[in-house]
């Protein structure tokens, strides 16, 4: 079963520093782009951050740049995403994506194919 399972959400206080880590089974998944989205309660879901296949670039939303960095290990099949002075605005559910369709990463949610189950990042004020 291909499926990819997100850890290290929790609750932070403003400031603060969390990991999030993507593990890929299944498949391998170090030929395709990778990406984490987020959805905060009420809202749609939107990109956070973007990584190519093999890690060369890498894309941020706006909000994010300078304070979050995405990383790939293909040879342990797992993303990461290093998230730095954490905002209440950061509050949302994590979810990491693949696009098995092609190495470049789009910011587009529809076109990834595989999703993982989420994971809850909390920041408080």
């Known amino acids: 079963q291909v499926q990819l399972v997100e850890s290290g959400g929790g609750l932070v206080q403003a400031g603060g520093s969390l990991r999030l880590s993507c593990a890929g089974s299944?498949?391998?998944?170090?030929?395709?782009?990778m990406a984490w989205f987020r959805q905060a309660p009420g809202k749609e879901r939107e990109f956070v951050a973007a990584?190519?296949?093999?890690?060369?670039?890498?894309y941020y939303r706006d909000s994010v740049k300078g304070r979050f960095t995405i990383a790939r290990d293909n040879a342990k099949n797992t993303v990461y995403l290093q998230m730095n002075s954490l905002k209440p605005e950061d509050t949302a559910v994590y979810y990491c994506?693949?696009?098995?369709?092609?190495?470049?990463?789009?910011?587009?949610?529809?076109?990834?194919?595989?999703w993982g189950q989420g994971t809850q990042v909390t920041v408080s004020s």
């Open positions: 994506a693949a696009d098995i369709g092609r190495p470049i990463p789009s910011m587009t949610a529809a076109l990834y194919d595989i």
């Open positions: 990584i190519t296949w093999n890690g060369g670039r890498t």
């Open positions: 299944g498949r391998s998944f170090s030929s395709v782009a």
